[in-house]
């Protein structure tokens, strides 16, 4: 799953990819105008409580690449100066200025969030319609030498992206069918794309949800997740040398989760992925799936072959693991199901695949 951090300059977009990535992914970044990679790795109580039960030799938490596109400046999305790394973004965290601090400018001059939200949404909007107006341009040119059905099912479709982009919203509200959803999947529709809005505030105003909330109301209807948060404060939390003084820090400030926690939580449930786990000789895995999957999907992202000979499935609910204290004994009680290929996964289910290739 990959996430976009972008934003106006000057917002914290750098101090809150190095939360999410680790310092050290941006010491080598020295230009500004290329994209810079990294991996979060989700922070997973469930997973600290399997590895105390299973006490396994290695094991490896879900991961989130994380990327770092060059700065948004006037009309650079529309252009298409900056599409080659927004592409293959998932989720876009758009963090907005919420901080006062004289010595850092705002290149609009003034902190307005709602303003800000609104001109990188118009720029997403333009940029999915200049594409969709010159896709369909060819499309007719195509059409008038030959009569294509699938030619003519496209057309229908980004006719009705075109007026719902006209109207000025985003593409992700605009429902669509398997076909259609196959259809676009290459497309660089970024409207189309989740957005999470990150507001990025000053440590005093860390505990006043006024302008949280009215960026929540005005985007909720837009399908946009927003949250705060306070980016400096959290890098000096970061930097406490025991947990002990970082949990007693977060809790002088008011602070119930961290960054880390409080974004790619809202990530995985904007994309409608679900955990699962697995334990296999010595090692502990998460792993994501989409809501919905089944057993067969889960076993082909462990490995191709898992799913091309899979038996069956045999699960253990996270709840009778916490309750009956060992897999032995979940066992013994009858507790571990066994399962075909369409079971569909639950969020925290500990699988073993049986396969046979």
């Excluded at 105390?52 to 989130?64: G, I, S, V, W």
């Excluded at 596109?69 to 973004?89: C, H, M, T, Y």
């Excluded at 837009?222 to 939390?237: G, P």
């Excluded at 709840?319 to 897999?327: A, F, K, P, T, V």
Aim: aromatic share 6%; net charge negative; with cysteine.
């Amino acid at each position: 799953m990959n996430i976009g951090i972008i934003g106006l300059p000057q917002t914290g977009k750098k101090t809150l990819f190095g939360l999410l990535v680790g310092k050290a992914a941006l010491e080598h970044r020295g230009d500004a105008t290329k994209t810079v990679r990294g991996v979060a790795e989700i922070i997973d109580p469930r997973l600290d409580f399997l590895l105390e039960t299973y006490n396994p030799k290695r094991y490896q938490r879900a991961r989130l690449d994380v990327l770092l596109p060059q700065k948004i400046e006037d009309q650079s999305v529309s252009k298409g100066n900056i599409f080659r790394d927004l592409a293959e973004v998932e989720v876009f965290c758009h963090v907005v200025r919420g901080f006062k601090d004289d010595s850092v400018y705002h290149i609009r001059g003034s902190i307005d969030p709602l303003r800000d939200v609104g001109y990188v949404n118009d720029e997403f909007v333009l940029h999915d319609l200049i594409f969709i107006e010159k896709r369909l341009e060819r499309i007719e040119k195509d059409l008038r030498k030959v009569k294509d059905e699938a030619a003519l099912f496209e057309k229908k479709l980004l006719t009705r992206f075109k007026k719902h982009l006209d109207e000025e919203r985003p593409l992700r509200l605009v429902e669509m069918s398997s076909d259609e959803e196959k259809l676009i999947r290459s497309y660089p529709l970024l409207s189309a794309r989740e957005m999470l809005v990150v507001l990025n505030v000053s440590d005093s105003d860390v505990s006043s949800t006024a302008r949280i909330d009215e960026l929540s109301q005005r985007y909720q209807s837009s399908k946009i997740r927003c949250v705060q948060v306070a980016a400096a404060m959290e890098a000096e939390i970061a930097a406490l040398e025991s947990e002990e003084e970082r949990a007693e820090f977060m809790t002088e400030m008011g602070l119930e989760a961290t960054a880390l926690h409080i974004l790619t939580r809202q990530c995985i449930e904007a994309l409608g992925l679900v955990s699962f786990f697995t334990v296999a000789g010595d090692e502990l895995r998460q792993w994501f799936v989409r809501k919905g999957a089944a057993a067969v999907e889960a076993a082909g992202k462990i490995h191709t072959d898992m799913a091309r000979g899979f038996i069956r499935a045999e699960v253990i609910k996270l709840s009778d693991l916490r309750e009956l204290g060992s897999e032995e004994k979940v066992k013994s009680a009858g507790k571990l199901a066994v399962k075909g290929r369409d079971y569909i996964v639950e969020d925290g289910d500990i699988l073993f695949i049986r396969f046979n290739v």
